[in-house]
C-alpha cells in the first residue's frame, strides 16, 4: 500500500537517471519491508517505487543466502517496484511486482592473496499482495482525508520466482535459483487525526516467514535445502510536520539452517538489526526516504554488516 500520491513522468525519468549514475545497490528485502511500508492509501491508488541501495556484509540478494566465513559481499543494484491498490470486500489491498537488477561481488583473503567472485544482472521477480483485515477500508480520496486511524491489520504474500542470474561455480549470484513463499502480518497502531496529521505517530510490527524451494543445482553438493527463515521487523515512525517523518527501525531474524546432499550445514542464523529512516515529501506526488540498517547482534551463522536503502516513491 505504499504510495507518494501523482507525479509527472519527468520527475521519475530524472530520478531513474540519478540512481543509475549513482550506482545503488538492492539487498532484495534484506532490510525488511520497512516503515509505513503498508500504511492505508486511496482506494485504486498506483505508484512507481525506485529502490537504491548499497549493502556490505556476508547475504547475497536475499537474507536467507549468507555467505559463511570472513569473505566480506559487496552489493550494488536497484529495485524498480510497481503497486496497483484495488477494494476487495470493502478493504483495501494492494498488489506489487518488482524487479530487482545489480551486481553482488565476493572478497575473500586466502594465504594472504585476495580472490574475488562476481554475478550481475538480473534478480528473482517478486510478487507481492497485500490484503486488509481490519482498520484498512477502501476508501475514496475525500473519505481519505478525513479518515481518523486506529487499529489496522493486513495479511501479506509475496512469491520469489528464480528469473535472476545464477552460476553454481560462482560462491554469490544475483538470483538463487529456487522458488520461495512469504506469508506475513502487518499491524500498525496509529495516534493521530488523520494520516495528514501533522503529528502522527505509528507503532508498527510485521512478523513473517519464508520457505524456500530446493535448489538442485547449489554451489556445492547435488541438492540443497533450506528450513524456513522467520523475520520479525517493528517500526516506531513520528511526523515532524506534514511533510516530514522520522523511525526507529528493528529486524530480528531466525532460521534457514541448510541442508547439502541430505546432510545438516549446521549454520542455523540469528542476528538483530537496528536503523533509522528519514523520509519527506518533495511535492504531493514524490516522496523520498532514506534508511541505514546495522546487525547489532549474531551467532556464528547469522548476518553481519550494514545496508543503506534509498527509496523514491510517485504516484502515477
Known amino acids: 500500500m505504499r504510495a507518494a500520491r501523482r507525479t509527472g513522468p519527468l520527475l521519475a525519468t530524472l530520478w531513474l537517471c540519478v540512481l543509475s549514475s549513482l550506482g545503488y545497490s538492492t539487498a532484495a528485502r534484506a532490510q525488511g519491508e520497512g516503515p509505513r511500508a503498508y500504511e492505508l492509501q ?15 556484509g556476508n547475504t547475497s540478494f536475499d537474507p536467507g543466502a549468507v555467505v559463511p566465513g570472513t569473505a566480506e559481499v559487496y552489493e550494488n543494484g536497484s529495485i524498480i517496484e510497481y503497486s ?5 470486500a470493502g478493504n483495501a489491498g494492494s498488489l506489487l511486482v518488482s524487479l530487482p537488477v545489480g551486481n553482488v561481488r565476493r572478497s575473500v583473503s586466502v594465504g594472504g592473496v585476495v580472490q574475488s567472485d562476481a ?11 497485500a490484503f486488509g483485515l481490519l482498520g484498512s477500508p477502501a476508501l475514496e480520496e475525500k473519505d481519505y482525508e478525513a479518515y481518523r486511524p486506529h487499529l489496522a491489520l ?6 520469489y520466482v528464480p528469473t535472476g542470474a545464477y552460476d553454481r561455480t560462482s560462491a554469490v549470484n544475483v538470483g538463487q535459483n ?3 513463499l512469504q506469508l506475513g502480518v502487518s499491524s500498525a497502531y496509529y495516534l493521530g487525526d488523520s494520516f495528514l496529521d501533522s503529528s502522527l505517530t505509528s507503532f508498527e510490527l510485521i512478523p513473517s516467514v519464508i520457505w524456500y524451494g530446493d535448489n538442485n543445482e547449489p554451489t556445492s553438493g547435488n541438492h540443497s535445502s ?5 523475520q520479525l521487523e517493528g517500526h516506531v515512525t513520528r511526523n515532524l510536520n506534514q511533510s516530514f517523518w522520522l523511525s526507529l527501525d528493528a529486524l530480528f531474524i531466525s532460521g534457514g539452517e541448510t541442508t547439502t546432499n541430505g546432510v ?7 542476528s538483530l538489526a537496528l536503523g533509522a529512516t528519514a523520509s519527506v515529501a518533495l511535492a504531493d506526488t514524490v516522496s523520498v526516504s532514506l534508511s541505514y540498517t546495522d546487525v547489532v ?12 536503502r534509498l527509496i523514491a516513491e510517485f504516484s502515477l
Open 264 to 270: 545438516s550445514d549446521q549454520n542455523r542464523q540469528r
Open 42 to 56: 486511496p482506494a485504486g491508488s498506483r505508484a512507481l517505487n525506485v529502490y537504491g541501495m548499497f549493502g556490505r
Open 154 to 159: 493486513s495479511a501479506l504474500t509475496r512469491v
Open 84 to 88: 496497483h491498490g484495488f477494494a476487495l
Open 226 to 230: 533450506q528450513a524456513p527463515l522467520t
Open 178 to 180: 529456487r522458488w520461495a
Open 297 to 308: 547482534s549474531k551467532d556464528s551463522s547469522g548476518l553481519r554488516g550494514h545496508v543503506i
Open 119 to 129: 554475478s550481475s544482472g538480473i534478480g528473482d521477480l517478486q510478487i507481492t499482495g
